[in-house]
C-alpha cells in the first residue's frame, strides 16, 4: 500500500496583503485533481501570522476550503522565531497560544502503513518555553514507541546544509543547540526522512541516514543577492509517496498556473530586501 502525502510550504497567506493567495487557489485545483490521502503544511502558513490573527485565520480557512485532508507546523511567520538568533519577532507564550488557538497542537504525530509521520514546532526547540521540553518528551516518546515503522519529521526549518556539525547560528537553518536536541530525541529511530521548507528552494539529498527533502514555496523565491542557490528556486509542491515497506519516494510537482514571484518585487510584504541585513 502506498500513501501519497503533499508537502505544501511557505503558503504566507494573508488576509489584508493577498498577494499569494492566487498562488494558493491554483495549487488548491492542482491538489483537488491529484487526490493525496493528506496535505501538511510545513509552516510559514501566514504572512504575518506572529502579529495578525487575521492572517492565521485567512491561512487556516483557505486550507480548510481545499476539501482535503491536512495537517500543518508553524513556521517562523506564523510564531515567531528561535530564540536567540535576534530576530525581531521570536518565539513567546502568546505568539505559541495564538497559533495553537486557529491551528490546534504546534506538534502531533501521524500513523500510516508503515511510517509513523512526526511534525514538530521547530521555533519552539531551544527555546526558554516550558513547552521546549514537552514537545521533547512527545517526540521521544513517539520515537519509542513507533514499533518497527520509519518515521519521517516534518519540520519547519532545515536541520543544516551540508553536515549536523555545522555551527553556523542564524535564521536559515535550525540553531545548532536546537538541531542537537531534537536530534538526541531520535537517536535510535528509524529516521528516513526529514521534510521541511523555510528557504523557498526545492531540494532533495542524502542525509545523515535519512534523506533530506526541502519543499518550495508555494508563494514565492528569494533572490540571489539575498538568499544563495542551495537548490531549484520554483514555486509548487513535493509528493512523498510513502510504502508500507518504510520507503519513500518524493517528487516535485510544478502544479501550472502558479506565478513565479520574485520577492524583491513586492516590497509591500516583507519590506525592501537591499535595505535589510542578509
Keep these: 500500500m502506498t500513501v501519497h502525502v503533499a508537502q505544501i510550504s511557505d503558503t504566507h497567506l494573508s488576509e489584508a496583503k493577498p498577494f499569494f493567495n492566487a498562488n494558493f487557489e491554483r495549487l488548491g485545483e492542482a491538489l483537488r485533481t491529484a487526490k493525496p490521502d493528506l496535505v501538511i503544511n ?7 501570522g506572529a502579529d495578525l490573527d487575521a492572517d492565521l485565520r485567512r491561512g487556516h480557512s483557505l486550507h480548510a476550503a481545499l476539501g482535503l485532508d491536512w495537517l500543518a507546523i508553524p513556521g517562523n511567520h506564523d510564531i515567531g522565531d528561535s530564540q536567540g538568533i535576534g530576530s525581531k519577532e521570536p518565539i513567546d507564550a502568546r505568539r505559541r497560544d495564538r497559533y495553537r488557538a486557529v491551528f490546534g497542537e504546534d506538534y502531533w504525530t501521524h500513523d500510516i502503513p508503515g511510517w509513523r509521520l512526526i511534525g514538530v514546532n521547530a521555533q519552539l526547540a531551544g527555546s526558554d518555553l516550558a513547552a521546549d521540553s514537552d514537545q521533547s518528551d512527545f517526540v521521544r516518546h513517539a520515537a519509542a514507541t513507533a514499533n518497527g515503522r520509519s518515521i519521517a519529521l516534518f519540520v519547519h526549518k532545515p536541520l543544516y546544509d551540508v553536515s549536523p556539525t555545522e555551527t553556523e547560528l542564524g535564521g536559515r537553518f535550525l540553531p545548532p543547540a536546537a538541531r542537537g536536541g531534537l536530534l538526541s530525541t531520535l537517536n535510535g529511530a528509524a529516521l528516513r ?22 519543499a518550495p514555496s508555494t508563494a514565492f523565491i528569494l533572490p540571489d543577492f539575498f538568499q544563495p542557490v542551495f537548490g531549484s528556486k520554483v514555486v509548487g509542491y513535493v509528493d512523498h509517496a510513502f510504502h508500507a515497506d518504510g520507503t519513500v519516494d518524493s517528487r516535485l510537482v510544478l502544479p501550472p498556473g502558479m506565478a513565479l514571484h520574485n520577492i524583491e518585487t513586492i516590497p509591500e510584504a516583507y519590506g525592501d530586501l537591499r535595505a535589510r541585513k542578509h
Aim: proline residues 0%; charged residues 30%.
Design 193 to 214: 526522512l526529514v521534510a521541511c521548507g523555510h528557504v523557498h528552494q526545492f531540494r532533495d539529498t542524502k542525509g545523515d541516514g535519512w534523506r533530506d527533502v526541502w
Design 42 to 48: 510545513s509552516g510559514d502558513i501566514s504572512l504575518d
